[in-house]
């Protein structure tokens, strides 16, 4: 690894690590730092309410660093193959399935606080999300280019949309709105169920990634390049395909659909991490999005619940991908 | 002087059993008070906001408008005895059989009060009803569906054919009156008490043509009511109300219908120092964090049929510190098995000694609409 | 072998074998040059016949052994994204490292050599993207050498090149050819430098593929094939 790169990887993880902290400090509720750290301890508190105050914080904080990180890296890996800057964990049409399940649950008049509410919608989108998957991974045999892939998925990102229309033309009011809430995103009432799900839904396919380095690494040449230096095409795409659209539904299905991170991210680290190789990139990018997660979740917590999560990331996110493109005309090849 | 001790006795028997004497047939007949084709008791409105009637010659002009800041609108429906309704832009004739629409369930249930429910020939949410009456007329058509989602359909409002359509002032569709469908903005929600809502029977009262049964309902029970009231009066503890979505925990504002309603119960609000007419939010933490320390807890939500305090709880387990639930005042209505949004609108006496039994300021009572979570 | 497309027969040839040398394989336009090498490469499945490679029939050799065994360049490379030229070159040795893709001494040596032979080394840290459509190609064939293997295919390398280009590659691949003993085979359509450069010359008249006499100027027998002189 190169020394400079060695250092921002360094240099985001210290950072990573301040802003959990900060978050955790941070809040509408005064709580002494001494106190925080008592409790983080281990150690009882005066006041009975405190450790589930920072309990709260603390789950938020790991949702935003699992959720930023898994985000990015979906959005590199599917940058990479279908070799376009814009393309984002969304554009299998993965995460949609996952909005749909969730989508049926609440406009169809079940409320996320009711008893098996919060239960329920994270089941259907997950439904909704492995739905999709396995029909990509069944048209994926018959397919012989990315290109076809990537219509495939951006059909379903708006068959699903439809679908969602429709249901909102018979859902009232409470429930339209409480859909319109969902949709912009939370990292916010996790349980520690929820929590561990999620951290294995993001963890356990991220360090499958590592079967992606070297087919990734050749797939920057193209896929017959990548081809001839001994990648498996169809095995990649499936791995592809079932890597991104696990941790991309799962952060959906937990926290809402959340734009921005997933194309921005990649974007910037290339730009600023000279090497290629995916085994690098893979773990930088993890990091700078857990970074701009966390970031999100105390400028989303800073302006006491004002801003939606969705609307940070876009105000972070759609500069760098503007500023990207410009510098995209002039190095980029053609793809 | 055995008789003169006796006396007082007797007279107590005989004034008890005058005081039985039927009353039934003092009842004003109202069905057989004369042709209408005049206006039989002029209505004061004391509470009410929202409406107004205004007397003129043999005729009544019904009008309604907002009085927050929030919202402006107006309208208003002329009700016309002797003359002719094509002299006035907006007029029905009232009637015994007139012909409703309504957008909301909770108007459905100001005309069931005054016996007119089956005047109604179309509704908002048809599938929403759950008494078995009503679903007999909808599977028989009688009653339609005029509305998708939150829009009215034109094609189904027309083939119900109302004398009158009665809906909220913030459905933004086409006019009903472009296809010459009378319409009537009914906002009784938009009421800071009980009895103000209530009071709106009137105006109902007023299109059928049941004024004095109308006024004898809200003056039974407004009677009541305040009497109720003043039992209350030195209670003084403190709540706070429902539950958070998410990281937003809303309340109803300081003057709002419901916060007022538990002031007549003897409840001060805990967020009372929050001035402003729209909802209150804090985030979660915070209400954890000061409103736990509240006295009681009061939920209005939709939960399943037999839901506890232990279900609560599982939620989320800080509520385990809140001050109500340590000590079992949380006061629930499920809105879900209740008709707290229809007939409870009628009934804020019934309300009022729900909240008293729960806060034990009342004994021997079977509450309907709010309970003690167990 | 008998190379179909759709059912149809588009390439025949009789047995060969393919030694060690550059061999040129000249067609027209859709005579099935690209199909013919992509059928070595194992990329087309409808032929009869067989192809085998140090006794292995290609079918059977596993994807990453077969990537050790034959390096591709196509006549156009793109990077995605702003890659250095040296990275381009390091991507040769995929095959060979572990998953982390992680460049051993070896590696290294292998890569520094193929920049020596072809003198890349101003042009190591440039962007690819931004060299020229000749220097481009040197680099993918360096990138080929760099992947150390016995047999280099070439399908048009110089289709998008001016002459003075075409002759970059075409010298750079008989430096290769003299120094080392790879089987170099390359598809074109054009006549240009095959006396110069090739050892045999493959032509495929209408599907037939000729191999053309050594003895005769290569450049004259193509020309006369295509009637363009007696």
């Known amino acids: 690894m190169a020394k400079a790169d060695k250092i921002f990887g360094i240099l985001l993880m210290l950072a990573i690590t301040l802003f959990v902290f900060v978050n955790l400090i941070i809040g509408e509720a005064e709580i002494p730092n001494s106190a925080i750290f008592a409790i983080l301890g281990g150690d009882a508190s005066d006041n009975p309410v405190w450790p589930y105050i920072v309990e709260n914080r603390l789950h938020r904080s790991i949702t935003a660093v699992l959720a930023g990180g898994g985000l990015a890296v979906s959005g590199l890996i599917l940058q990479v193959f279908f070799r376009n800057p814009l393309a984002g964990p969304g554009v299998l049409g993965v995460t949609s399935g996952a909005s749909l399940g969730v989508g049926v649950v609440i406009l169809g008049g079940i409320s996320l606080s009711a008893q098996y509410g919060a239960w329920l919608h994270i089941v259907a989108g997950l439904i909704g999300a492995l739905s999709v998957l396995a029909l990509l991974m069944f048209l994926s045999q018959f397919i012989r280019s990315a290109i076809t892939l990537l219509v495939i998925g951006l059909m379903l990102v708006f068959l699903t949309s439809a679908i969602i229309d429709v249901l909102y033309l018979w859902a009232n009011e409470t429930n339209t709105r409480s859909f319109v809430v969902w949709g912009l995103g939370s990292f916010e009432g996790l349980s520690q169920l929820d929590l561990l799900s999620l951290a294995s839904f993001v963890i356990i396919p991220f360090a499958g990634a590592l079967f992606l380095v070297k087919p990734l690494n050749a797939l920057l040449l193209g896929p017959d390049y990548a081809a001839s230096v001994g990648t498996k095409l169809k095995q990649t795409r499936l791995l592809i395909i079932c890597i991104t659209g696990i941790i991309a539904a799962s952060i959906t299905v937990y926290c809402g659909p959340i734009s921005f991170i997933g194309i921005a991210v990649p974007q910037l680290v290339r730009r600023i991490i000279r090497t290629p190789n995916h085994a690098i990139l893979l773990l930088i990018v993890f990091l700078a999005g857990a970074f701009l997660g966390i970031s999100a979740d105390l400028i989303v917590r800073l302006t006491a619940n004002l801003l939606p999560l969705n609307t940070v990331t876009a105000l972070i996110g759609a500069p760098v991908i503007i500023w990207t493109i410009i510098k995209l005309n002039k190095s980029y090849a053609q793809v | 002087m055995k008789m003169i001790k006796s006396f007082p006795i007797i007279l107590s028997i005989l004034l008890l059993l005058g005081g039985c004497i039927d009353h039934t047939n003092d009842q004003v007949d109202f069905d057989n008070q004369g042709p209408m084709n005049s206006i039989r008791t002029e209505l004061k409105i004391d509470f009410a906001q929202g409406f107004e009637l205004i007397y003129q010659d043999q005729n009544v002009k019904i009008k309604t408008n907002s009085f927050d800041e929030n919202t402006v609108w107006r309208d208003s429906m002329a009700v016309i005895y002797n003359t002719s309704v094509e002299n006035y832009k907006k007029a029905i004739q009232p009637s015994k059989n007139l012909r409703f629409a309504c957008q909301s369930s909770t108007h459905l249930s100001f005309l069931k009060a005054l016996g007119a429910e089956d005047n109604l020939c179309g509704l908002c949410g048809v599938e929403y009803v759950t008494n078995p009456d009503l679903k007999e007329k909808i599977e028989e058509n009688e009653v339609v569906e005029i509305c998708q989602g939150e829009g009215l359909m034109q094609e189904a409002i027309l083939t119900a054919q109302p004398d009158i359509y009665l809906r909220y002032p913030f459905q933004s569709d086409f006019d009903p009156e472009d296809i010459a469908i009378n319409s009537l903005y009914i906002a009784e929600y938009l009421e800071k008490t009980p009895l103000a809502r209530l009071e709106w029977i009137k105006l109902f009262g007023v299109l059928i043509g049941k004024e004095a049964e109308a006024a004898q309902y809200f003056d039974d029970i407004s009677m009541e009511y305040i009497s109720l009231k003043k039992n209350t009066e030195n209670f003084n503890q403190t709540f706070i109300m429902n539950l958070p979505y998410q990281d937003d925990w809303y309340m109803p504002a300081s003057n709002s219908l419901v916060v007022n309603l538990m002031g007549d119960a003897g409840l001060n609000y805990f967020y009372a120092a929050d001035n402003g007419t729209e909802n209150i939010l804090h985030p979660k933490e915070a209400v954890w964090s000061d409103g736990g320390k509240a006295d009681y807890w009061i939920i209005i939500a939709a939960r399943p049929a037999d839901f506890n305090l232990n279900q609560l709880i599982a939620e989320d387990p800080a509520y385990k510190t809140f001050k109500s639930v340590k000590e079992k005042k949380v006061i629930f209505c499920n809105t879900a098995t209740v008709p707290y949004f229809t007939t409870g609108v009628l009934e804020p006496n019934v309300m009022l000694n729900d909240l008293r039994f729960a806060t034990g300021q009342l004994m021997n009572h079977q509450p309907i609409y709010f309970q003690l979570l167990e | ?230």
């Not at chain 3, 016949?49 to 596993?62: C, H, M, V, Y």
């Not at chain 3, 072809?118 to 220097?135: A, C, T």
């Not at chain 3, 008989?174 to 085979?185: D, F, T, V």
């Open chain 3, 1 to 230: 072998m008998d190379i179909q497309i759709n059912g149809r027969s588009l390439v025949r040839t009789k047995s060969m074998e393919l030694g060690s040398g550059i061999i040129a394989l000249v067609g027209s336009n859709g005579s099935g040059k690209s199909t013919f090498i992509r059928t070595i490469l194992g990329r087309h499945a409808e032929y009869k016949g067989e192809i085998s490679l140090f006794e292995e029939p290609i079918g059977s050799i596993d994807k990453n052994e077969l990537a050790k065994l034959i390096a591709v360049v196509f006549s156009q490379g793109n990077v995605f994204g702003d890659i250095k030229v040296r990275n381009v070159l390091g991507m040769g040795r995929l095959p060979y490292l572990n998953h982390f893709a992680q460049e051993k001494e070896k590696d290294i040596e292998i890569i520094d050599k193929v920049v020596g032979l072809l003198e890349l080394e101003n042009l190591l840290e440039k962007s690819f993207n931004h060299l020229s459509d000749g220097q481009r190609q040197l680099v993918m064939i360096g990138r080929a050498l760099v992947q150390d293997t016995p047999v280099i295919l070439l399908d048009e390398p110089g289709a998008f090149l001016d002459v003075v280009n075409k002759h970059k590659v075409m010298t750079a691949l008989r430096k290769i050819a003299n120094e080392q003993e790879k089987i170099i085979l390359f598809s074109t359509h054009s006549f240009t430098f095959l006396d110069e450069i090739c050892d045999r010359v493959l032509l495929i008249d209408k599907g037939d593929v000729k191999e053309l006499s050594p003895s005769v100027g290569f450049e004259n027998q193509v020309l006369t094939h295509f009637g363009i002189i007696e």
